[in-house]
């Protein structure tokens, strides 16, 4: 299931610090006075951090309202609640503000595809994120599940997003592994000969010889020859 961006972004290899410049527009501000509720079932203990961890970030918004930070936190703590649209409002605010970031976008994607169901605006939303980071994988794994499990009459699109991104970043060992399962599970099996070929000498390249005998072995009891 997709994942939304941890603050700034949850993917450990990708979360280098992000510098933000002062936006040169004003936007309405989200109420940060408005109730803190929990909208689904939630262990009392966590739903308790939670809240807490809110109002800390609220006061750390009321002090620096350009705080890009604090305001990506505060959606995904709002989204940890069952709070979609107070999540959602955070989210698109972000990318107002700071148009030109990724993280928020994602971000948003994932809330459309998982949550709010509006797979339109996930697709939207994630093809953003990817034409302002273009070397950020995980975005074009979201789009693929998107298509290919969601998305209705757009599943013809799932390998297209995985291919994008391997366009953009040739030596991903994941996006080659994610291609050559797709087209292993759906029958295709001399490109995914052909991928997981292409994963195992990826592999083998980063010195990681335990993987790239997994992959073979992999391979096989899918029935793909190599």
């Known amino acids: 299931e997709p994942q939304e961006n941890k603050t700034p972004i949850d993917n450990p290899a990708e979360s280098e610090a992000q510098e933000k410049q002062e936006p040169k527009v004003s936007f309405p501000t989200?109420?940060?006075?408005?109730?803190?509720?929990?909208?689904?079932?939630?262990?009392p203990s966590v739903?308790?951090?939670?809240?807490?961890?809110?109002?800390?970030?609220?006061?750390?918004l009321r002090k620096d309202p350009d705080d890009y930070t604090a305001w990506l936190g505060l959606g995904i703590l709002l989204k940890t609640l069952g709070d979609?649209?107070?999540?959602?409002?955070?989210?698109?605010?972000?990318?107002?503000?700071?148009?030109?970031?990724?993280?928020?976008?994602?971000?948003?994607?994932?809330?459309?595809?998982?949550e709010l169901r509006d797979f339109p605006k996930a697709e939207t939303a994630f093809l953003k994120a990817a034409s302002l980071r273009p070397d950020f994988i995980q975005t074009y794994i979201n789009l693929h599940d998107l298509y290919r499990y969601?998305?209705?009459?757009?599943?013809?699109?799932a390998p297209g997003a995985l291919l994008q991104g391997l366009e953009k970043s040739p030596t991903n060992l994941n996006l080659m592994l994610?291609?050559?399962?797709?087209?292993?599970?759906?029958?295709?099996?001399?490109?995914?000969?052909?991928?997981y070929k292409m994963a195992i000498q990826r592999a083998k390249t980063?010195?990681?010889?335990?993987?790239a005998e997994s992959l073979r072995q992999e391979a096989g009891e899918a029935g793909v020859e190599l």
């Not at 969601?150 to 699109?157: I, R, T, V």
């Not at 994610?178 to 991928?195: I, P, W």
């Not at 980063?206 to 993987?211: Q, R």
């Open 206 to 211: 980063e010195n990681k010889t335990t993987l």
């Open 150 to 157: 969601s998305y209705k009459g757009q599943e013809a699109k």
């Open 47 to 60: 739903e308790a951090d939670t809240k807490k961890k809110v109002a800390l970030l609220i006061e750390t």
């Open 84 to 114: 979609y649209k107070g999540a959602e409002e955070i989210w698109l605010y972000v990318t107002l503000r700071w148009s030109t970031d990724f993280v928020a976008y994602n971000n948003l994607g994932n809330l459309y595809h998982a």
């Open 30 to 43: 989200p109420d940060l006075n408005r109730p803190v509720s929990a909208f689904i079932p939630l262990n």
């Open 178 to 195: 994610a291609l050559a399962r797709y087209y292993g599970e759906t029958g295709d099996k001399v490109s995914a000969s052909s991928y």
